[in-house]
């Protein structure tokens, strides 16, 4: 499955969440991104098998994204109803996704995560995304 040209829609609106986040919070940076998506997978992973996980603890940052990352993943899924700017709920006018596509989603980002984070430093892939995501 090649997730970029399959999921595009869901890979933005985790980056979206990302983005949002850091945008309240300019001090996180692309280590509290991967602790994020790690606790996120494995929280994913483990509902996929049928558990509910284990509690992991998670520092301010990090809990911020893990929140609205898990709340755009749930909204993906069809769990959640997103609410708008003027407090209304909007109810879900698309196809809900798979564990599995999730789950997919957060590797690939995570992998991106890594790999901007190489080469730009601690926030290379926050300064890369936000080129892409406002």
Excluded at 36 to 41: C, D, F, R, S, V
Excluded at 85 to 104: E, F, G, M, T
Aim: charged share 25%; glycine share 6%; proline share 3%.
């Amino acid at each position: 499955m090649d997730v970029e040209e399959q999921y595009l829609d869901v890979l933005q609106n985790i980056e979206f969440a990302i983005v949002k986040v850091h945008s309240e919070q300019p001090a996180l940076v692309d280590f509290d991104v991967e602790t994020a998506l790690n606790a996120l997978i494995n929280y994913y992973q483990a509902q996929s098998g049928g558990s509910s996980g284990r509690p992991i603890r998670l520092n301010e940052r990090s809990q911020a994204v893990y929140e609205a990352v898990k709340m755009m993943c749930e909204w993906r899924l069809g769990n959640e109803t997103l609410i708008s700017a003027d407090k209304h709920q909007r109810p879900l006018s698309l196809v809900p996704v798979s564990l599995d596509v999730i789950i997919a989603c957060l590797k690939r980002i995570r992998k991106s995560v890594q790999r901007w984070n190489r080469e730009g430093g601690r926030q290379g892939y926050l300064t890369f995304i936000a080129r892409f995501i406002r």
